[in-house]
Every structure is written in C-alpha cells, then in structure tokens.
C-alpha cells in the first residue's frame, strides 16, 4: 500500500478533481466483479460516461488491439491509458497484471483507478483497504464508488453510513445507487422507497421494476403491471410469474400462460406448478403432470400436493401418499392434511388423526377444524373444542360455525350466538341462518331480516322459507277485494318469492305453502303440483293437503292413498279423513281404527270429533 503515498496528502492536492486521461475523457473502466460475499454485477462500478466509453473502444477493435493500444501509453505513464489498461486487465480476471496500473493511476490521481483499485483489493479478500479507495473515489464524484461504499458499510450492520453514500450516489443518477438506497429504506420502513425504485427502473433496474411493481400492485394497479412486463422482458422470471398470475385473475389465461411458460423456463418452480393448473383447467392433465412433476422436483410443495391430488382421483393411493410425503418434506403441511383426507377415505381414523394432527401443530387451520370434527365424532367433545377455538382465531369459519354448534349443543346460546356472528360476518351461509333464527326468537325482526337475507341470498333453502313468513308476519294486513274485484287478481307479495325461491330450492314446507297460496288464488293445477312434489318428498302436510283437492275432484281412491300416507306420517287430520271416508262406504271396523288413530295424534279438536265419530261408530256397530 506504500506505492500509493498518504491518502490525506492526495486528497488536499485536489488532483482528484476530474483528472483528465489521455483521451480526453475521464478513465474509469470496467470492474468484472462478481462477488459472491456481495453479489454485485459486472457494471456495479462503473461511473456512466466511462462505461460508454470501454463498450464503444471494445466494439471497434479487439480487446487485445485495445490493451496493445493503451499498454504502450500506460508503460511511458499515461495516467488515463495505465486506468483503462488496469480497468481490462481486471475485467478479465488478471489482478495481478491489473494492480500496478491502477496504482499507478491513481497515484496520479485518477479517481477511477482508485473505484477500481478498490473492486480489486475487495476482490483479493480486503475489504478494509477497498472500502478506503472507494471513498477516495466516492469523495472525489465517482457514483459507482459512492454505491460501493454503502454496500460495504450495510454489510457492517452501519446503516446511517451506508444510506449517506447510497444517497451520494442515486443522487447523482447511479441506478444501482437508487436500489440500494431503496432497498435500505424499504427494510427500515422509511419514506422513499417508491421514488428511489423507480429511478433505478427507469434506467433500466429490472429488480427494481419488480420491486417497483410489487409496491404499486395495491394501489395503482394498472402501473404495476408495465413494471412487471419491463421486468419480464428483461427477464426477471418471478416478475413474469408475478405477471402471469395478475394476467390470469383478469381472465386472459393464454397470456398468462405464455409468462408462466417463460418464467418456468427460467427455472421458477411457482411458474411451473401455475402452469399446471393452468393446462389442468383446459383439460391436458397429463401435460399438467409434466410441470408438476418439475416444480415439485425443485421443491414446490404445492406442485406435489397437486400430483398428489391427481393420483388420488384415480385411485392410485400409493403413489398419491408418496407425494404428499413430497409436499411435506418441501415444508408445505397441506400435504399432512392431504395425507390425513385420504386415510379418512380409506377409514384409517387413527392415521388420519395422527396426519391431521402434524398439520394443525404446525398452523394449519382446516386440519384443526378436521380434528376437531374427528373428535366431535369419537365422543371426545373436550378433545374437539380446543382444536375448534385454535382453527377460528387463525380464520377458519367453519370453525367458528362449528363452534356455535358445540356451544348450542350444550345450551350455552349467548356463547352458541357470538360464534354464528363471526361465521356470518364472514360470509358463512348456515351461521347467517341460526343468527337469524336467533334474533326472531329474542323479536329482533329487523335485525333478524338481514341475516336471513344474507342466508337466503347464499342459496340457504331453509333461510328463504324463514325470510319468508318473517316478512309475511311483518306486512300489513290485505285490503278487503272491491265488489266484482276477481280474487288474487293482486301482485305477488316478496314473502311469496321468498316462498317460492325455497320451494324451487327442495324446501318441503315452502313446496306446501306456496301451495296454499295458490289455491287461495283460485289456482288449484298449481296448488295440486306443489302439494305433489312435497308429498313425494315425505311432506305430510303436502300429502293431506293434496288428498283434499284429489277429493274435491271426485278422485276419492288417490285421495286415500295420500291421506293414507299422511296419517302413518303423523297427521291427525288425515287419519280422521280416512275414518270418515271409512264410515261412508260402510266399512265401521276400518273407521273406528282411524278414529283410534286421530285422538292419538291430535291436535285436540281432531281428537275430539274423532272421539264421537268412533262412539257413533260403535253403537252403529252394536246395533
């Protein structure tokens, strides 16, 4: 280090103040550095016009012609020829050959032999010793030098010192600068971060477009995407996944499947699984295999859970068990979870336990709800509840609904009704339904509307019918029909859609009350196809109702059949319509034992004109 004087003394001379080379230009040459401690590329210290200035004298001559060239002037000691010289000896990996020259430079003051003097000591295993010519450089205007210096100070864990230079030098137009500076702000969560990624991407940062587009992707969606594509045709593969991914939620999957084919290519494991799902969906499973085949070999666990899946499907378990084994040993725990679904196919309760277990211990919510269930099912209600409560506080809403249930099931109703509020406030269609079950029952009608909306609205049947007779119990009385007025010339009410749309839906009750509604109308086709599709269905009250308009019609043997069916059901009415029926065609025996069965089955009144009717009966029978 003695060949280079004191640093003081150099640095009061002020030969460090753009010395001149040669060629008129000043000779700052290219670093070939690509340091594995620090990652820096080959151009990371390189000041813009010196660069320019290499690639241009490199495109016209060889770079043999260009060293001849510039070592004849180096060896009479040319300050700007021995920096050039010096900067392509080092490109090409001869530090030994280069150090001399860039000595010499910079002891003559040539602030891009000290940058470069710099690379090459930090090279050589000293970074000390680089990081005191780089601020010899940096000090002296050098930007690439100024970067240096930061990267060399954050690596020390000096931030304050490491920001200063890595503002010297995005300050002064260096991209690689503006990264830095941006990557140090970003960490620390300070203000910034988007301007300095941007500067670095407009010159051509293709991380820096990445990065740019991962802060923008929020709140300016559109801009966000020119960034992943500037990035992506640089290629940057995460940003071609990343791009492929935005491409594919808008629905633009050839596209999408273009970016993920690239990023795959390039050897991202996550473009490749994407890619399979992709070919999947469009119905090429086994091309959907090959990519999953190779992201799950460069250890994508959700590629392996797919191949998984897909041997599952086919019944091939073996081979479906050895790649959830794959997913797990890749740190995915979906894979124990898969693993514990398919021992429950095969009824290995005490394996799957076991899987579903590891998945739950290491966060996995739906495997905690699934043991919980598990256990539920065992008996083992203690056993369940801690595993329901862990799998909702991590966002599980079946588990917050299956809490409500356990609660319920215990007469807990406040605890039952503060579970259901989460489930439905998360969307959870059957929570939505029992908080508006409750909310009727404690005469929150209004409030117990929007829930039941909310289920209804979610395909809930049952919720539907409950909407309902809610708003048929809330609405105004019918005004009286004007004389010569035709009866249900009136519109139908919302109540009645509601009825309807359950009924649509399999709903037995709504199938009968729409029903009513219809013979009310006058509209007995309808009202019969109603009471019809209930009755089949085990509707009692669908089964007598349709025995009266089959009797109405002078079809008294399907009427019985119906009544029939409805009094083995249970109903009271129809077991005293069949002693009646009975009691009319002579047969007193078969009358009294329906008679017996209606005051079994009631309500009272029915019981009461079934009493008299069966001593009418029995005195006939004594006569």
């Known amino acids: 280090m003695g060949f280079m004087g004191d640093r003081s003394t150099l640095l009061e001379t002020g030969r460090f103040v753009r010395a001149e080379s040669g060629t008129g230009t000043e000779a700052e040459g290219a670093a070939p550095v690509v340091d594995a401690q620090t990652a820096l590329t080959d151009a990371d210290f390189l000041d813009k016009h010196s660069a320019e200035e290499m690639f241009a004298e490199t495109d016209a001559a060889s770079d043999a012609e260009l060293e001849a060239r510039h070592r004849v002037a180096a060896d009479k000691g040319d300050p700007g020829a021995m920096s050039v010289l010096g900067a392509l000896l080092l490109r090409r990996g001869d530090l030994d050959g280069a150090e001399p020259y860039l000595r010499g430079a910079t002891g003559e003051g040539d602030r891009a032999a000290a940058n470069n003097l710099g690379v090459l000591l930090h090279q050589r295993g000293y970074p000390e010793d680089a990081a005191g010519w780089w601020r010899v450089a940096a000090v002296a205007g050098s930007a690439p030098a100024a970067h240096a210096?930061?990267?060399?100070?954050?690596?020390?864990?000096?931030?304050?010192?490491?920001?200063?230079?890595?503002?010297?030098?995005?300050?002064s137009g260096h991209a690689l600068g503006a990264y830095g500076l941006a990557d140090l702000l970003e960490h620390r969560g300070d203000k910034g971060v988007e301007r300095w990624f941007r500067a670095a991407a407009e010159q051509g940062h293709r991380e820096a477009a990445y990065r740019l587009a991962r802060h923008l992707r929020k709140g300016d969606p559109t801009e966000a995407e020119q960034w992943y594509r500037q990035a992506a045709a640089r290629g940057h593969r995460r940003a071609a996944l990343h791009l492929g991914a935005l491409l594919e939620a808008r629905g633009e999957l050839k596209e999408a499947g273009r970016w993920y084919l690239t990023s795959a290519k390039q050897g991202e494991a996550r473009a490749a699984c994407a890619l399979g799902f992709l070919l999947r969906d469009a119905g090429d499973e086994e091309s959907a295999a090959v990519w999953w085949h190779r992201a799950a070999q460069d250890g994508d666990g959700n590629a392996a859970n797919a191949l998984g899946a897909l041997h599952a499907a086919r019944g091939e378990t073996q081979t479906a068990e050895r790649w959830y084994r794959t997913a797990m040993d890749a740190g995915d725990q979906n894979g124990a979870y898969n693993l514990a679904l398919l021992c429950v196919a095969q009824d290995r309760t005490a394996q799957a336990e076991q899987w579903y277990r590891r998945a739950a211990y290491a966060g996995h919510r739906e495997a905690a709800n699934a043991l919980a269930i598990l256990l539920l099912q065992g008996g083992d209600a203690a056993g369940a509840e801690p595993w329901f409560s862990k799998a909702a506080e991590a966002g599980s809403v079946d588990a917050a609904f299956n809490l409500g249930i356990l609660f319920a099931s215990r007469d807990e109703d406040r605890t039952a009704l503060k579970w259901y509020e989460r489930a439905a406030s998360a969307g959870h269609t059957d929570a939505a339904l029992q908080v508006g079950i409750a909310l009727v029952r404690d005469g929150e009608d209004r409030a117990a509307e929007r829930h039941l909306r909310c289920a209804a609205g979610g395909g809930s049947a049952e919720a539907a019918f409950r909407l309902a007779a809610l708003l048929e119990s809330l609405a105004p009385p019918p005004e009286p029909v004007a004389l010569g007025e035709p009866v249900g010339g009136a519109p139908r009410t919302e109540s009645e859609e509601w009825y309807e749309r359950a009924a649509e839906l399999g709903h037995r009750r709504a199938q009968v009350r729409v029903g009513m509604l219809a013979a009310a109308r006058g509209d007995l086709a309808v009202a019969a196809r109603w009471y019809r599709?209930?009755?089949?269905?085990?509707?009692?009250?669908?089964?007598?109702?349709?025995?009266?308009?089959?009797?109405?019609?002078?079809?008294?043997?399907?009427?019985?059949?119906?009544w029939t069916r409805a009094a083995v059901a249970g109903h009271g009415r129809a077991a005293l319509r069949l002693g009646l029926l009975a009691a009319r065609h002579g047969d007193l025996a078969e009358g009294q034992k329906w008679c017996v069965r209606a005051m079994e089955l009631g309500p009272a009144e029915v019981s009461q004109r079934a009493a008299r009717l069966r001593e009418a009966l029995a005195e006939e029978l004594s006569a």
């Open 149 to 171: 210096l930061g990267r060399y100070f954050r690596e020390r864990g000096d931030e304050p010192a490491a920001e200063y230079w890595m503002r010297q030098a995005a300050e």
């Open 533 to 562: 599709e209930a009755a089949e269905a085990g509707s009692r009250n669908g089964a007598f109702n349709l025995g009266l308009l089959l009797a109405r019609e002078g079809n008294e043997p399907e009427a019985a059949l119906w």
